[in-house]
């Protein structure tokens, strides 16, 4: 394996006392070292060369990222620091010894990288690549999967992660730890090639996973460890993303969602695929003696920039024993209808804990009626879609909206059959509508009211607070104006319907 000036400089550095001068790559280009040869006027590009100060010559012709590993010092060096990365040994030590130890460094990165190849031999485990890879990156390894699952972990010796929410046993990151993270920065979903997050307990490297179909499958993480990071082990750590990914791509279930199956069924509901015999049979198992609450989950702000695949496991570990996935531009969620109240889905502490969660990361929540057949999943997904669509219209602020309050509003949205609710006037009707622009007694209010309390003159009088003789008289105005009278219970509630209409755009227009 190719390494640069930087590792060999790390390494070098933990037996002699080496400084660098000058410009070097950080890309791992350079092979193996070579002893330099008296009378050589040309340092060729990509190489490192090893030497003494007193052999080197003049002005020879360096070429572009030559590394010199030099012995001693002397005036001629200034030359080699303008146009070469010098790592220079300044105290006199044998030079053979220098050589072994540089071919020591490279014999532990090839011997690395043999191993890992070697291990395809046998399938390896993720676990396995880990292993193997410690010993020669020292320092905390951990892969997670797209639900941000634990999958493997190392570490370096006795050491713990520094970052306490990532050591085991835990099943995933918690919650609240997530919450914390996400004030400092956000993950980097779609990064190809790695990335460093800085966080209060130190710096991790990551390097994001991918499957076959470029699809998000996981994430490698290489922690600090007191030991800031070296340039270049950037691509070190790249490597072993790479023989983590073919160890997944051999044995798809490395790197699986342990919910992976029954989230393909219930994709397949909603786009309305056919389900096989097996899956049929999970989904059979899946509803045995359970009401369900689906949720719809929308982001206040750009979807992409949120780690989707996480916050669904993060939903999960809220309620147990229910499943989070992507739905075209919104999460879908399915929990058992007991993990919110039956009788206020917004009360305990699940719904505190998700009331937190969308309020920090700027989510709304629409939540659906309780139902016992997940063949109806789409019907009640819709349902949570009108939570959130009547929700944010009726009472914008919150974030978290319950079909339950809203039916109403949708009823009646849907009763007009795509008519303006004009169409359904009564003859009369807009005299009515016509009186309450020019006058301060208003006759819709007065058949409103009327009509909510069932037509009791005495009940309805007390509301409006004015005189029963009064209302006696206003509603024989209203009922000369209308063609129809009161006494038809149809035509009441065609009424009633007509005037609820009214007062939600009223409501609307008037925010």
Not at 385 to 402: D, K, T
Request: hydrophobic residues 40%; charged residues 25%; glycine residues 6%.
């Amino acid at each position: 394996m190719d390494l640069n000036a930087h590792i060999l400089l790390e390494h070098l550095s933990q037996r002699y006392t080496v400084t660098m001068y000058g410009e070097a790559g950080t890309k791992l280009l350079l092979a193996e070292p070579e002893l330099y040869i008296d009378n050589t006027l040309r340092f060729l590009s990509n190489h490192v060369y090893l030497a003494t100060a007193e052999h080197l010559p003049q002005r020879p012709v360096i070429e572009k990222n030559v590394v010199l590993i030099c012995i001693g010092e002397n005036s001629r060096l200034s030359y080699y620091k303008e146009h070469a990365a010098v790592l220079l040994i300044k105290k006199k030590v044998d030079f053979f010894q220098v050589y072994k130890s540089l071919r020591e460094i490279y014999g532990r990165f090839y011997l690395w990288e043999s191993r890992l190849l070697a291990l395809f031999l046998k399938s390896p485990t993720i676990q396995d690549l880990l292993d193997c890879s410690c010993p020669v990156l020292e320092r905390p390894l951990l892969v997670i999967n797209s639900s941000f699952q634990y999958v493997a972990s190392v570490l370096t010796g006795q050491k713990r992660w520094r970052n306490d929410r990532w050591n085991l046993p835990h099943a995933k990151l918690e919650p609240e730890a997530f919450l914390t993270f996400l004030k400092q920065k956000e993950l980097r979903m779609d990064a190809h090639g790695s990335f460093r997050m800085e966080l209060d307990e130190g710096n991790v490297l990551c390097v994001n996973l991918f499957d076959s179909g470029d699809e998000y499958a996981g994430c490698l993480y290489i922690e600090e460890a007191g030991r800031p990071f070296v340039p270049g082990e950037e691509a070190l750590a790249e490597h072993l993303a790479r023989m983590i990914e073919k160890a997944a791509e051999l044995s798809p279930g490395l790197l699986a969602n342990e919910r992976g199956s029954l989230k393909k069924i219930l994709q397949n509901l909603m786009n309305e695929l056919p389900l096989g015999p097996s899956q049929k049979l999970l989904l059979k198992a899946s509803r045995y003696k359970t009401s369900w609450l689906c949720l719809s989950i929308h982001c206040l702000k750009q979807f992409s920039a949120l780690p989707v695949g996480y916050l669904c496991s993060v939903m999960e570990s809220l309620f147990p024993d229910s499943t989070f996935f992507e739905q075209n531009t919104t999460i879908l969620g399915l929990i058992p209808a007991g993990r919110l109240s039956r009788t206020s889905p917004l009360s305990g502490e699940a719904a505190d804990k998700l009331s937190s969660l969308a309020e920090e990361m700027e989510l709304c929540v629409g939540i659906s009626n309780d139902f016992p057949d997940l063949f109806m999943l789409r019907t009640y997904y819709f349902q949570a879609e009108a939570a959130i669509e009547n929700g944010r219209l009726h009472s914008p602020g919150q974030n978290l909206y319950v079909f339950s309050d809203y039916a109403l509003q949708e009823m009646v949205g849907n009763s007009f059959g795509g008519f303006p609710v004009e169409a359904y006037f009564p003859a009369g009707f807009r005299t009515l509508l016509e009186h309450d622009r020019n006058s301060e007694v208003s006759y819709l209010e007065t058949l409103s009211v009327f009509l909510e309390e069932n037509m009791s003159y005495a009940k309805a009088a007390r509301r409006l607070f004015i005189h029963r003789s009064t209302l006696i008289e206003r509603i024989g105005r209203i009922s000369q104006e209308l063609p129809f009278g009161l006494e038809d219970p149809d035509r009441r509630l065609q009424l009633q319907i007509i005037l609820k209409a009214l007062q939600i755009e009223a409501n609307v227009h008037g925010r």
